[in-house]
């Protein structure tokens, strides 16, 4: 068989494979269970309110009038990007069918790391959405320049404009003193005061989306003035509003793939996590990818388990990456505590953590730190959220000690970190680290 031949068949059996994947996928239409994806009305749930005040407020584009600006404001995935898509998309149909050019522009402001590369985002999109050339440089040119070309395409292109700025608290840019104007500050200005100002001949009007509902009090006073937002709250889903969110996108599988309890779960797992329906429909759209992974036909409660199992990995790998070897491995001593620990430990006390720290060190030939060094180090996982740590009384004249428990699942925790220190020399050696575990509780508890 010649090369070419050789070439041919590799094409035809990966051809195949993936042809085979989308056939015998459990999922219809993926795209549904993308948190970005702009939905139907008729999925839209629990937000009746703030869907009625977001039409009441841009409804006047459609009427040659200038909508409001708006300050959208709640916990990440309360669905605020969802209901201003959901409208806009609606507004811009509605437009177009009676002559009039109705524009969105939006940015993320999450990676933006200044007031000028934000202009320049703007006119990026604005030219984008136009269709015409930017007509401006990223850089080498002044912020003034931009903001100018920006101002240029607004006026040109459409007849009135929605700049919606999601994750606005974050546009913080390089305060160089801690009084100086944050970027938004300076960009909602600009902003909000252009048509005011005779800079742009259309209707401009602004909707900020933050997570922080302290967010109008860091404006500057100009900024606050010329702003003037109304104002829509978003509030937690509770479980039952992301049950429904969940079983209105159930048409995302295949029919009869579904078992029973996976709405309910996939929902409850979210509650727990201050009612996020983004980390619903991520839960209930992995669970799937894993059955698809495993070519099983139907998608199971354990492929739910299992889809938050890998969820909190990723989650305490990525907290994790930027500590020490040292910080590690004292979390990774903290963790094992209550995942091989024979009796019910309701936290797990640092005395039988740091023995443990201990033993690792010297099994790793390691540098084993103090006590306080340990303590410190706990005392700073406390701060990135990952324990919390209470102190607790041995009795009289035994003085006290503290105690940890996790936020997340320990035995997560402790996956993560051994994936992430590659610990070559104590894999395969659970039975002799579950006695060492033991022995150590066992001494703590005979000791009080």
Not at 280 to 300: H, M, P, Q, S, Y
Not at 339 to 360: D, G, K
Request: hydrophobic content about 35%; proline content about 3%.
């Amino acid at each position: 068989m010649t090369d070419g031949d050789d070439r041919h068949s590799l094409s035809e059996s990966i051809k195949g494979r993936l042809q085979d994947g989308v056939q015998q996928s459990v999922f219809r239409d993926r795209g549904l269970l993308d948190p970005d994806a702009v939905i139907d009305e008729d999925r839209i749930v629990g937000r009746d309110q703030q869907l009625e005040d977001i039409i009441t407020y841009l409804r006047p584009a459609l009427q040659g009038n200038r909508p409001p600006n708006m300050l959208l404001y709640g916990p990440s995935g309360t669905g605020k990007s969802l209901i201003i898509n959901a409208v806009c998309e609606q507004v811009v149909e509605l437009a177009e069918a009676q002559g009039d050019r109705f524009g969105v522009i939006q940015i993320n402001c999450q990676t933006i790391k200044s007031h000028d590369r934000a202009v320049y985002r703007l006119v990026e999109n604005t030219a984008t959405t136009a269709g015409v050339e930017v007509g401006v440089p990223e850089s080498g040119v002044s912020t003034d320049r931009k903001l100018n070309r920006l101002y240029q395409l607004l006026s040109e292109e459409f007849d009135s404009v929605i700049i919606i700025l999601d994750e606005v608290d974050l546009l913080v840019g390089r305060q160089r003193d801690p009084n100086d104007e944050p970027a938004y500050s300076k960009l909602l200005y600009q902003l909000s005061r252009a048509s005011q100002l005779g800079r742009i001949d259309g209707h401009v009007s602004v909707a900020a989306l933050t997570n922080d509902p302290r967010f109008m009090e860091d404006l500057d006073g100009r900024a606050e003035s010329s702003f003037n937002p109304q104002d829509v709250v978003f509030s937690d889903y509770d479980a039952n509003q992301l049950q429904a969110i969940l079983d209105r996108r159930r048409d995302a599988y295949q029919d009869g793939v579904l078992e029973a309890g996976i709405i309910p779960l996939s929902a409850a797992f979210a509650a727990q996590d201050h009612g996020d329906a983004r980390k619903a429909i991520d839960l209930f759209r992995k669970a799937g990818e894993i059955a698809n992974r495993r070519g099983e036909e139907t998608v199971l409660e354990d492929h739910v388990r299992d889809a938050q199992r890998e969820a909190e990995r990723d989650r305490t790998l990525t907290q994790m990456q930027g500590l020490s070897t040292q910080k590690k491995l004292s979390l990774y001593a903290t963790a094992i505590v209550p995942v091989h620990a024979e009796r019910n430990l309701n936290a797990i006390p640092s005395t039988v953590a740091y023995r443990v720290y201990q033993y690792l060190t010297e099994r790793l030939d390691a540098d084993k730190k103090s006590r306080d060094s340990y303590l410190r180090y706990m005392t700073e996982a406390e701060t990135y959220n990952f324990i919390t740590s209470e102190k607790r009384g041995r009795g009289y004249g035994s003085g006290v000690h503290k105690e940890y428990t996790f936020v997340d699942d320990p035995a997560v925790v402790a996956e993560t970190l051994q994936a992430d220190f590659r610990l070559e020399e104590i894999e395969g050696e659970d039975e002799l680290i579950q006695s060492v575990v033991n022995a150590q509780i066992d001494e703590f508890f005979d000791e009080a």
